[in-house]
């Protein structure tokens, strides 16, 4: 074997020659430093190999590369596989992270391409884009379903292109309605704004007529063992869409960290983790059907927000007080809650608003010992709405049920305005009328394709108090989407009667009426930081 130029041993240990320190610093950020990140120019596999090696090296991790993998590259895939298959490490799998782009998704598939909590996520907004334009081959962007018949397909393909053509033509009326109903700025930044903000304000509206087979573009950042995880769920799922796709994400996925993905295709790993899932699944499925299956859902008048149960019960100052203090001192907390407990109020009170202490942004949250209390929701909303909500990837038990027209739809306040509202009933009733068609020829896992994105579903989920900060402040801005807005005010409200003291903590929750153009004020910000970076680097 060749001698290494970059570390020799001595009787002390190992040290990094001069070349060595040369080496490093093209891959990494401080070759002497006790803080330090890998660079770009540092092979992927290579530095997750190295940092692998770290719970059984006592040395530098910097050294650990130049001794192991600088002059041997080629030992990185097989150091992997040795770890993850010999050793069992799969926390190693967390350390090469993988860019997956999902293109034509359908907005059945991201929901559950976006289902994994350690990811992070990009989509193509309903918000901010027209779904009306065609590809290639002058059809709109919508999927379709490959096991229909050509008679189905028929069906299916007319009635989706009604139900666009509707969309396209309401979606243009109520940007040129909206722009009707407000002043043009005179200033170029001012008009780049309005254009952008009448823009969205007409995409809300209408973006309920969506069906949900709309195809969209989705990102995916995550670690070796997130993609492996997904894969498992996708391929587990009865939706055909759905395991074709995990087949895709696993082919392109080996391409950039194969030797993190080995095991699965090993049927006692990957192969029985999908059995697993399937069989508990269908097991599910079928006790559900043999005891609810006559039940048929209808249009109620049900709450749209719905505080299930909350937990531990009991005053908010004597739960939360305890687990503030419990980090500043020696007690345990049994002890610690008793002796608070006989507290006066204005004492309680005292720790509590040290705690959450002066806000100044949304941003600017409360410690994790508000992480003590829970609330459990069940939401009865339309499922564009749902899929701005389910993102917020920290809430517990994220469950959503099967897609249908039951449960009917909101007709929008501008679509009223604007004299549109014919039209836009004609879609709700065309997506019924295929739904029942595809569902009475038998295509059942087909079905939710054909509903809209205004169609409303039940969707339940715990959070805890520390994240309802984030969750409720945040889907609360001017510049949101009415409908979330609406819900999580509502949410607020029901939360602030029960524990009143953490819903009057929550000072960023935004209760004004929707305010015209709400996109507004963020479209003028973005143009006048567009403004800037041009005056900052002009193009010669």
């Known amino acids: 074997m060749a001698k290494n130029p970059y570390i020799v041993k001595r009787d002390d240990g190992l040290a990094i020659t001069k070349r060595g320190y040369k080496f490093l610093q093209n891959i990494v950020t401080d070759p002497y430093g006790d803080v330090y990140a890998f660079t770009d120019e540092a092979p992927r596999l290579l530095a997750a190999a190295s940092m692998a090696r770290l719970s059984r090296s006592a040395q530098d991790l910097r050294k650990t590369y130049l001794l192991e993998f600088a002059i041997a590259e080629a030992a990185a895939p097989e150091f992997i596989e040795k770890i993850v298959a010999g050793f069992g490490d799969d926390s190693v799998k967390q350390l090469i992270y993988v860019l997956l782009v999902v293109e034509r998704a359908s907005n059945l598939l ?40 050509p008679e189905v397909k028929l069906t299916y393909i007319e009635r989706m292109n009604a139900i666009f053509n509707n969309y396209s033509y309401i979606v243009r009326e109520l940007t040129a309605f909206v722009r009707l109903q407000t002043k043009e700025p005179e200033d170029k930044i001012g008009r780049a704004a309005w254009l ?66 080995k095991q699965v295709e090993r049927p006692e790993r990957g192969g029985a983790a999908i059995v697993y899932r399937q069989d508990t699944a269908s097991a599910i499925a079928n006790l559900a059907k043999s005891y609810f299956g006559l039940f048929q859902p209808q249009v109620s008048n049900e709450n749209e927000v719905t505080l299930v149960d909350w937990w531990p019960k009991g005053d908010e100052l004597d739960i939360l ?61 339309g499922y564009g709405i ?23 739809y909101d007709v929008p306040k501008l679509v009223k305005e604007s004299g549109m509202e014919d039209m836009f009933k004609n879609c709700f009733e065309l997506s019924a009328d295929l739904y029942d068609y595809m569902k009475g020829v038998g295509l059942k896992e087909e079905t939710p394709y054909a ?90």
């Not at 391409?113 to 989509?123: H, S, T, V």
């Not at 002066?358 to 939401?379: C, S, T, V």
């Not at 807005?485 to 929750?509: D, N, Q, T, W």
Request: aromatic share 10%; net charge positive.
């Open 386 to 408: 749902f899929r701005d909500l389910q993102r917020h990837r920290v809430l517990d038990m994220p469950e959503w049920q099967r897609l249908s027209p039951a449960y009917g």
């Open 110 to 149: 991201t929901k559950k391409l976006e289902w994994g909590r350690f990811a992070g996520y990009l989509e193509q907004s309903t918000r901010y884009i027209y779904f009306d334009q065609k590809d290639e081959s002058g059809r709109y962007k919508y999927y379709i379903p490959p096991n229909l018949s």
């Open 321 to 381: 007080a305890p687990e503030i203090l419990f980090s500043e001192t020696k007690m345990p907390i049994k002890m610690l809650q008793n002796r608070v407990k006989i507290w006066p109020r204005k004492q309680k009170l005292e720790v509590f608003n040290a705690y959450v202490g002066n806000r100044l942004d949304y941003r600017h949250k409360p410690g994790r010992a508000l992480e003590k209390i829970h609330y459990e929701w069940e939401l009865l909303i």
């Open 451 to 540: 509903t809209l994105l205004g169609h409303k579903m039940r969707f339940r989920f715990v959070m805890n108090a520390r994240e309802a900060f984030h969750f409720l402040e945040l889907r609360t801005q001017p510049q949101g989407h009415p409908g979330y807005r609406r819900v999580c005010i509502e949410m607020h409200r029901l939360l602030s009667e029960i524990h009143p003291l953490l819903g009057a903590a929550m000072k960023f929750v935004n209760k004004a009426e929707d305010p015209e153009l709400t996109r507004m004020a963020a479209e003028l910000a973005t143009q006048r930081k567009l403004a800037l970076l041009k005056q900052e680097n002009p193009v010669e």
């Open 196 to 261: 952008g903000a009448t823009r969205a304000q007409a995409c809300d509206a209408a973006r309920a007529l969506l069906p949900v087979a709309t195809q969209s573009t989705v990102g995916i950042v995550a670690p070796a063992q997130s993609v492996e995880n997904l894969i498992y769920f996708l391929a587990s799922q009865t939706l055909e869409e759905a395991q074709e796709t995990a087949k895709s994400i696993l082919r392109e996925s080996k391409k950039v960290a194969g030797p993190f993905l």
